[in-house]
C-alpha cells in the first residue's frame, strides 16, 4: 500500500539525513592519509550493505525471500547502483584533491543543478521560480561559505572534475530512486542498490589504489561511514523520496555543508570569518524557500 504523501515529513527525513551526511568529509579528513579515498568510498559501500542486510533481518525478513528479491526492478536497481559506486569514488576523490570545504561544496552545490534540469528534461516536471531562487541562494551561501575560510584552499582541476561528476551522479542516482521506492521496500531496494555499488566500487579501488592498508582506526572510520553517513542516512532519504520531489531532496541536502561547517569549527578548529558566517546564513535562507516552494507544489 502506497503511503499518503507528506511534504513536510519528506522535508523532515531529508534534513535528518543531511545532518549524518555532513560528518562525512570530517571523517574522512581524520583518517591516516595511507589509506586512498578510492578505498574510503568503497569500504564504505561494504560496510553499509553489511547494515541494509542486519536491517531487513530485523525489520522486513520478507524482503530477503528470494521471490521477494526476484521480484525487485533490478534494472533500475543496476543503474542506481552505477551511480552511486560513481558518486562514492568520484566523491572522496575530489574531497581528498580539493579539500574538504571546497569538495564537499562543489559536489553539493552542483547536484541540485544537475537534479533541476535532469528533472524538467526527463520527468518534464520543471522546478518551480521560487525553487530555484532558493536553490540559488543557498548554492550562493555555500561559496560565500568557502570564501569566507580562514585559509587557502586547494583548487585543481582534477578536483573539481571529480565533483562535479559527484554531483551528477547524485542527481541522477536520486531521480532513479524516487522512481524505485515508489512501487517497493524502500529498505529492499537501498540495500540493494547499495550493495550493487560495493561490488563495482570494489575492483575500481583495487585498480586504482592497489591492496588496501587497513589500521583500526580506520575500520572505525569506514564502520561510521557505512552505517551512519551512509545506511541510516540514505535510508531516510530513500523514505523522503515517497513524499517530497527528486529535486527539492537533492536540493535540501545543502544542508549538509551547515553540519559541515559546524563540525569544522567544533572539532578541526577552523575560525570562519563574517562572509562564512553570512554564506551560512544564505544556505539557511536559501532552504527555508526551497521548502516553502516545495509546500506549494501542486
Known amino acids: 500500500m502506497t503511503p499518503a504523501i507528506s511534504p513536510l515529513r519528506g522535508v523532515a527525513l531529508v534534513l535528518g ?20 579515498s578510492y578505498w574510503v568510498g568503497a569500504l564504505r559501500l561494504v560496510a553499509s550493505g553489511v547494515f541494509f542486510a542486519a536491517w531487513l533481518a530485523a525489520t522486513e525478513r520478507r524482503a530477503l525471500a528470494p521471490a521477494a528479491l526476484g521480484g525487485l526492478p533490478w534494472r533500475g536497481i543496476t543503474l542506481a547502483a552505477v551511480c552511486m559506486s560513481a558518486y562514492n569514488l568520484a566523491f572522496f576523490a575530489g574531497v581528498r584533491a580539493s579539500g574538504v570545504a571546497v569538495g564537499t561544496a562543489i559536489a553539493l552545490g552542483s547536484g541540485p543543478v544537475w537534479a533541476g534540469v535532469l528533472q524538467a528534461v526527463m520527468q518534464r516536471r520543471p522546478p518551480s521560480a521560487t525553487w530555484w531562487a532558493g536553490t540559488a541562494l543557498a548554492v550562493g551561501g555555500g561559496a560565500l ?6 585559509h587557502t584552499l586547494p583548487f585543481t582541476p582534477l578536483g573539481v572534475g571529480l565533483c562535479l561528476l559527484a554531483g551528477l551522479s547524485y542527481a541522477v542516482y536520486a531521480l532513479v530512486n524516487q522512481g524505485l521506492v515508489s512501487g517497493a521496500s524502500a529498505g529492499a531496494v537501498t540495500g540493494a542498490v547499495f550493495s550493487g555499488a560495493a561490488l563495482l566500487a570494489l575492483p575500481v579501488a583495487g585498480a586504482l589504489a592497489g591492496p588496501p592498508l587497513l589500521q583500526t582506526s580506520d575500520l572505525v572510520i569506514v564502520a561510521w561511514l557505512g552505517v551512519m553517513s551512509t545506511g541510516v542516512a540514505y535510508l531516510l532519504f530513500s523514505h523522503a523520496l515517497r513524499h517530497i520531489s527528486g529535486a527539492t531532496a537533492v536540493a535540501l541536502a545543502l544542508a549538509e555543508p551547515v553540519t ?35 509546500l506549494r507544489r501542486p
Open 17 to 36: 539525513a543531511a545532518l549524518l551526511w555532513g560528518t562525512t568529509g570530517t571523517a574522512q579528513s581524520l583518517a591516516p592519509a595511507q589509506l586512498s
Open 145 to 150: 561559505m568557502i570564501a569566507g575560510g580562514s
Open 260 to 294: 559541515a561547517f559546524a563540525l569544522a569549527v567544533l572539532i578541526v578548529g577552523e575560525r570562519p570569518g563574517m562572509w562564512a558566517l553570512l554564506g551560512l546564513l544564505a544556505v539557511l535562507a536559501g532552504l527555508a524557500v526551497v521548502i516553502r516552494a516545495e
